[in-house]
């Protein structure tokens, strides 16, 4: 597969996270420019966020969960020529299950179906590592 189909995935699912950044800091700002929350509140990193920063800023941080083991898939897959097609479409679900859950997370946080992304996601990454450590292992 050529690099930019491999990676391709991974620029929309770093796309996604630096949109939740943006938004958590415009969403944080707001809130303490309108005084709702006052920085003394939060300045050692205390909770004290209004609900909304801190659902945009909790699916920001969940960003850095679970996508962390899809990038470690793809920056082993890539230079040992392990990243074939089913590699890439496995990874473009995995980065739609990725969208599917942050949107949900950043609107109606409807657990059910924030749960079901989530753990669609999982499985597609467990099929992902489980088709690549086979290739490495049994060398196809």
Not at 1 to 28: D, E, H, N
Not at 56 to 78: K, S, T
Not at 104 to 131: C, E, H, K, Q
Request: aromatic content about 12%; proline content about 4%; some cysteine.
């Amino acid at each position: 597969m050529s690099i930019p189909s491999v990676l391709l995935p991974v620029f929309v699912q770093v796309g996604l996270t630096f949109a939740l950044l943006l938004w958590m800091v415009f969403a944080r700002r707001g809130a303490l420019v309108s005084r709702e929350t006052k920085i003394r509140d939060i300045a050692l990193g205390e909770p004290n966020w209004p609900v909304r920063a801190t659902q945009i800023g909790n699916c920001y941080r969940n960003q850095f969960e679970l996508p962390v083991l899809f990038y470690v898939l793809i920056a082993l897959a890539l230079p040992l020529r392990h990243a074939d097609l089913i590699i890439v479409i496995l990874s473009w679900v995995f980065v739609l299950t990725r969208l599917v859950h942050a949107g949900v997370f950043v609107s109606s946080n409807d657990l059910g179906r924030r749960s079901t992304a989530w753990l669609v996601g999982v499985l597609v990454l467990l099929v992902m590592w489980v088709y690549f450590a086979l290739k490495i292992l049994l060398l196809i």
